[in-house]
């Protein structure tokens, strides 16, 4: 039986382990579809079609074994998501059709109703990956290799980042591991690593760097027994090395996004306009955001046009047009200048033009300097 919901729901991981099973129960006789929302520590993130690197997601040809609702019907099929980060992570699974669907977990006693009806909401903890074969001590966020020339066409290689496997049996392209990262990065991994070539021909240099967030633990495992590459000599992180002369395993620190503010940058406001419809339905009046100063949060899922929860953190913001897809944003502080980011909860952001002022847009966050408000 799943904890029941109460006024402030706080998922707790005590006792947790990093796997859980979900599954959805289905209204019976209904023929609509599923509206899932899923956040990952009270993110929005589509796990189920866009997982994070680190939370490996596999689907098992067998009946769910949670608690169904009454009058709820299950079919075979469940979804298991594992853990395999060193920090532990919080998922929450949001039904937004709830009078037709219904979450089933198991696997994981952490799991909580978060709402009054069963399986319309449910949070859950998954502890981290307690296999740290490869350690982070000392990792930097980048690793360099040579190419040798050698076996640059090798049949390929296995692509293992925090426990999971990706390996293209299909991959007919370029099978040297400068051409098969580039393939697995653009289809498998485009939001979490970013391979970086540099010069052409025998005895290329090339880097790795991690764009996420998160400690990634890496394996390169060649199909056969050449390789084409080796460490650089200008590689600075101590964490990459070859156990066997064929395999190279190594650890990248998550990437520090640095932001600072001077009075070159500063400026009294900045405009931002809804350009497109990627997500139609979404303007500044219904997206939520976590704002913060410094690095400190400073209001948590506020509405941009909220007036008093902008005021209340010195922000002033005005919409200048009737469809609530344009803003105008300044400090009302008139003693500091200050360093504001905007993080949407949901995906608004890649829709969004910059039209006045100087703002920063990093993973899905923009970053602006206000300078302080004229006297």
């Known amino acids: 039986m799943l904890g029941k919901a109460s006024t402030a729901v706080v998922i707790s991981c005590a006792g947790a382990n990093s796997i859980l099973k979900w599954a959805y129960a289905v209204k019976n006789e209904t023929s609509q579809a599923i509206s899932l929302m899923t956040l990952v520590d009270g993110i929005q993130v589509d796990i189920i079609n ?22 709820f019907l299950v079919g075979n099929g469940v979804y298991e998501f594992t853990n395999n980060d060193s920090i532990p992570h919080r998922l929450e699974f949001v039904i937004l059709n709830p009078e037709f ?9 952490t799991a909580i109703q978060m709402t009054p009806s069963l399986g319309e909401r449910v949070g859950v903890c998954l502890s981290n990956n307690e296999d740290e074969s490869i350690s982070c001590v000392g990792a930097t966020d980048t690793v360099r290799f040579k190419s040798s020339g050698v076996s640059s066409y090798n049949t390929g290689y296995n692509l293992i980042v925090n426990g999971f496997n990706y390996r293209d049996f299909n991959w007919s392209g370029d099978t040297s591991l400068v051409g098969y990262l580039e393939h697995a990065v653009e289809n498998y991994l485009s939001d979490k690593i970013m391979v970086t070539t540099e010069g052409s021909g025998f005895g290329t240099d090339w880097t790795i760097k991690n764009i996420s967030n998160v400690n990634l633990r890496i394996s390169l495992v060649p199909w056969t027994s050449a390789t084409d590459f080796s460490i650089a000599p200008e590689n600075e992180n101590p964490t990459l090395h070859s156990p066997n002369n064929q395999v190279f395993e190594f650890c990248l620190s998550p990437y520090q996004f640095q932001f600072s503010c001077s009075l070159e940058n500063s400026q009294q406001m900045v405009e931002l306009h809804k350009a497109r419809d990627t997500l139609p339905f979404l303007s500044f009046s219904n997206v939520a955001f976590n704002i913060f100063e410094n690095g400190v949060e400073i209001a948590h899922e506020k509405g941009l046009l909220n007036l008093a929860a902008m005021q209340a953190i010195g922000l002033e913001v005005v919409a200048v047009d009737e469809t609530n897809r344009r803003i105008q944003i300044s400090s009302m502080d008139g003693v500091n200048s200050r360093a504001i980011e905007l993080h949407p909860t949901m995906g608004i952001s890649e829709d969004v033009d910059i039209t006045q002022g100087d703002a920063v847009r990093h993973r899905g966050s923009f970053f602006i300097c206000f300078a302080k408000k004229p006297s």
Do not use: Y
């Open 50 to 71: 866009n997982p994070p690197v680190w939370l490996s997601k596999e689907l098992l040809d067998e009946m769910p074994v949670g608690e169904v609702p009454e009058g």
């Open 101 to 109: 669907f219904r979450s089933v977990v198991s696997e994981n006693p």
